[in-house]
């Protein structure tokens, strides 16, 4: 298993150029099943979890080819309906597969994706938005048997804004006759850019962004090269690996009203925050201030993925910070490897209470879930010593060679293979 060495207590200071997010490209592939034709996605992240959907569009009868940063999509040899146990089982948006799958076959066989690090990670509101739509879903033996032969148009109501089940039903709705509408849809900004994926294929969507979606099927898509937005996720990751080492970080390719929540939180600490058409720069204070209280909350609330991050950089700023995390169960589990760190964190249900201290020392620690793996590097850099984070494959997941992009910034932190 392979980890990050990070000797901690340098200043870190240049650019990150950002690709395209994570969370975008992976509903975005899914959809590219739907049209008559291959699609290339341009500035495509080489993530563990991208390359995972791609190989489980390959087991569909697709031949996805990675070259020079655009995954290019083939779908015409699509012959299968049955999702790969194991594939499926290894990411969660595998989940995002049966929209597109009810929608050019009529039938899907998806096994019953597991909980994950951070939560039980139900997909009953999946489930729901696609029976509303008129699927037949026969759950056994953990594995789902979807028929869509009654598939129609129709309203999709969710009691909460799940992302993944939004993107299901925007991707499930497109080649349906008639006009379906998402209520209480999801509007992160990657929804937005399913959106405008769908329509460059030749969709009908709008209202993405807002509450409302509303979906006119089409009787066909064309395939199309399509750029996805940059990650707000590993943008805000770099920003905070500044704020809590200290030093500048700027951000290129981005888009900073993604970020608002993000920098907001920032300035609150003694950042200064400058932003520019797509760029975002940070120069962090002497020592950081606490932010008073963070709450997660989809958007436009903070974004939980950025939940554990900002915690690392709060560990040591001057004064109290409050911590509340409202989307998942349990995504707090990178508390028990900061307090290894000298961190002082109480921890009451969803809520941390983070007393800085002045300076954390190294520590063997555990990457158990992305973002909090992610958070335990940001805390390395900021510590004194030596900080060894096991387990590095999971930030693999959804940052492409996180090391090579802190090096470039100037921090001490290499790979290694673990004892
Ligand atoms: C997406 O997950 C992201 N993943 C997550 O990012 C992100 O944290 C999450 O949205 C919230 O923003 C991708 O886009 C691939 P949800 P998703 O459905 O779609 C509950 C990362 O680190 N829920 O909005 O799974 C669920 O348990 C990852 O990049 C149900 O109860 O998120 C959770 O508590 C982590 N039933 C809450 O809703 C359902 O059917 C939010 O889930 C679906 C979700």
Same mark, same amino acid.
């Given at each position: ?71 290019? $999509? ?16 290894? $990411? ?91 209520? #209480? ?144 169960? #349990? ?89």
């Amino acid at each position: 298993m392979e980890g990050f060495r990070v000797l901690g207590g340098e200043k870190i200071e240049g650019e990150v150029c950002l690709q395209g997010a994570k969370n975008a490209v992976l509903p975005i592939l899914a959809a590219a099943l739907l049209p008559e034709g291959g699609c290339a996605i341009r500035s495509c992240p080489d993530i563990r979890d991208v390359r995972a959907m791609a190989q489980i569009l390959d087991t569909l009868g697709c031949r996805c080819r990675m070259e020079n940063g655009e995954m290019q $999509i083939d779908n015409s040899g699509l012959c299968r309906w049955e999702m790969p146990e194991g594939l499926s089982k290894q $990411i969660r948006s595998s989940v995002f597969l049966l929209g597109p799958i009810l929608a050019k076959m009529r039938r899907a066989t998806v096994p019953y994706p597991g909980g994950c690090e951070i939560g039980l990670r139900p997909i009953d509101l999946h489930l729901k938005g696609l029976r509303a739509l008129g699927v037949r879903i026969e759950e056994g033996g953990g594995v789902l048997e979807c028929d869509g032969q009654g598939m129609h148009a129709g309203d999709v109501y969710f009691d909460y804004p799940s992302v993944g089940a939004t993107e299901n039903v925007m991707m499930a709705a497109a080649l349906l006759p008639g006009v379906t509408c998402v209520h #209480n849809a999801a509007r992160e900004p990657e929804i937005e850019d399913l959106q405008g994926f769908l329509n460059a294929l030749g969709g009908r969507v709008s209202g993405a962004g807002t509450a409302l979606i509303r979906i006119e099927g089409v009787k066909t898509l064309r395939g199309a090269a399509y750029t996805p937005i940059p990650d707000r996720i590993a943008g805000g990751t770099y920003l905070c690996a500044g704020a809590a080492a200290g030093g500048k970080v700027t951000l290129l390719n981005a888009r900073p009203r993604d970020l608002i929540p993000v920098t907001e939180k920032l300035r609150e600490m003694g950042c200064r925050i400058h932003t520019g058409e797509s760029t975002v720069s940070l120069e962090a204070p002497e020592r950081l201030r606490a932010f008073s209280r963070l709450r997660t909350a989809p958007h436009p609330g903070f974004p939980t993925d950025m939940q554990a991050q900002m915690l690392s950089a709060a560990c040591c700023a001057e004064g109290t910070s409050v911590i509340v995390e409202n989307v998942f169960e #349990n995504r707090l589990a990178h508390v028990a490897d900061l307090q290894r760190m000298g961190a002082d964190i109480r921890v009451s249900g969803r809520t941390a209470v983070v007393q800085g201290v002045r300076e954390l020392h190294g520590a063997r620690v555990t990457a158990r879930d992305l973002r909090g793996g992610a958070a335990l590097v940001i805390a390395g850099l900021a510590a004194r010593g030596e900080t060894l984070v096991e387990n590095a494959g999971i930030i693999d997941r959804g940052y492409a060679r996180m090391e090579d992009t802190l090096r470039r910034l100037g921090a001490r932190i290499d790979r290694v293979r673990e004892a």
